[in-house]
C-alpha cells in the first residue's frame, strides 16, 4: 500500500490532469472514427448504389460524426499545446524498507 502513496501526487498535478483529459480526447475520436467506418459508412455506400427508406440519413448521419469528430481532434489539439506549456511532476523514488 506504501507504494501507492508515493504515486497519487503524480495523478493530481495539473499536467496528469491535461494528460488524462487527452486521453480520454484521443479514445472519443478513434471510437467515433470506428463507429464512422464500420458502422455508418457501410450503410451510406449500400445506400448509394441500392437507394431505400433505411439509408436515407446516412449522409447526415455521416457527416454529423464528421463533424464532432473534427471538434474533438481539435479538443485534442488544444490539449496538447497546454501540455507543452505545463511541467510534468517531479519524479517519484519509491523507498522500500526492510523490515
Known sequence: MGAWIGIVP???SSWAVILMIKLVLVAVAVASGAYNRFSVLPRLISGLRFPSPQTDG???KFTAVLVVEAFVLLAVEVAAAALSTSAP???VTFIHSID
Open 89 to 91: 511532476p517531479p519524479a
Open 58 to 60: 446516412s449522409f447526415k
Open 10 to 12: 503524480i495523478f493530481t
